[in-house]
C-alpha cells in the first residue's frame, strides 16, 4: 500500500528565511506526488504535481520541489518564506494500482515569523 | 471558475441523528470523494465514487455511507451520529484519471456532535 511520511507536524521559519518542507513516500508504482496547502478555514488548494516528467517541479507562489527516487523523498522548498505562507501543507501520493484514491500525508503547518 | 461546493461549512448535531452532508461539483467530473481531517491525522479517505452509482469504500468508512444518484452529487450521510464523528469533512473531485490531474477541493464542513 502507498503511504506518505511528513516529518515535522509544526515548522516555523523566518520571513525571508528557506521553507524546507519533507515528504517520504513508499509505493509498489512508479508514484505520482502532490502538494497541497491549506489556508484557514479553507480546503485543500494544489501547489505542484509530479507525474513522472521533470524531476524538478515548480509550483504556484514560488514553491519548488524534487523528486528523489532514491531517497524516496519529494520536499517542497521555497528560497525566502513570506508572511502569507503561513498555512498547512500536506504531501500525497497515488493510490494502490486500480484505486484511484489519493493517500496524504498528516500535515506539516508552517508559521512565518516577521 | 471551478468549484467544488459542499451546503454547510458548520454543522451542530446531537447523538444519534441521522446527518447528510452534500457536495456538488461543477465540472463533470468522474470521480469524487470524502475525506475526514483531524488534527496528526491528516485527511483519511472515508469513500469514494468513480461513476454514478458507483461507490467504493476506503480507509474509514464504519458509521457512514454515501449516495450518488447523479454526476455532480456526492452525499456523505452519518446513520447514527456519534461523538467520534465531530470533525471537519472535506469532498473532492476530479477527472479521469485523477491521479494525474489531482483533485479539487470543496471548503469543507465542519461537524460537530454534541
Known amino acids: 500500500a502507498q503511504s506518505v511520511t511528513q516529518l515535522g507536524s509544526h515548522v516555523s521559519v523566518s520571513e525571508g528565511a528557506l521553507v524546507l518542507l519533507r515528504c517520504n513516500y513508499s509505493?509498489?508504482?512508479?508514484?505520482?506526488l502532490f502538494w497541497y496547502v491549506q489556508y484557514p478555514n479553507q480546503g485543500l488548494q494544489l501547489l505542484l504535481k509530479y507525474t513522472s516528467a521533470a524531476t524538478l517541479v515548480k509550483g504556484i507562489n514560488g514553491f519548488e520541489a524534487e523528486f528523489k527516487k532514491s531517497e524516496t523523498s519529494f520536499h517542497l522548498t521555497k528560497p525566502s518564506a513570506h508572511m502569507s505562507d503561513a498555512a498547512e501543507y500536506f504531501c500525497?501520493?497515488?493510490?494502490?494500482?486500480?484505486?484511484?484514491?489519493?493517500?496524504f500525508g498528516s500535515g506539516t503547518r508552517l508559521q512565518v515569523q516577521p | 471558475d471551478v468549484k467544488v461546493t459542499q451546503s454547510s461549512r458548520y454543522l451542530v448535531k446531537r447523538t444519534g441523528e441521522k446527518v447528510f452532508l452534500e457536495c456538488v461539483q461543477d465540472m463533470d467530473h468522474e470521480n469524487m470523494f470524502w475525506y475526514r481531517q483531524d488534527p496528526g491525522l491528516g485527511l483519511r479517505l472515508i469513500y469514494f465514487s468513480y461513476d454514478v452509482k458507483m461507490k467504493e469504500k476506503g480507509d474509514i468508512p464504519e458509521g457512514y455511507s454515501v449516495s450518488r444518484e447523479k454526476k455532480e452529487r456526492f452525499s456523505l450521510i452519518l446513520e447514527s451520529a456519534s461523538t467520534n464523528q465531530t470533525s471537519m469533512y472535506l469532498c473532492?473531485?476530479?477527472?479521469?484519471?485523477?491521479?494525474?490531474?489531482?483533485?479539487?477541493f470543496g471548503s469543507g464542513t465542519r461537524l460537530t456532535v454534541v
Open positions: 473532492a473531485s476530479s477527472s479521469q484519471p485523477g491521479q494525474i490531474y489531482g483533485y479539487t
Open positions: 500525497a501520493v497515488r493510490g494502490d494500482t486500480g484505486r484511484r484514491a489519493l493517500t
Open positions: 509505493s509498489s508504482v512508479p508514484p505520482y
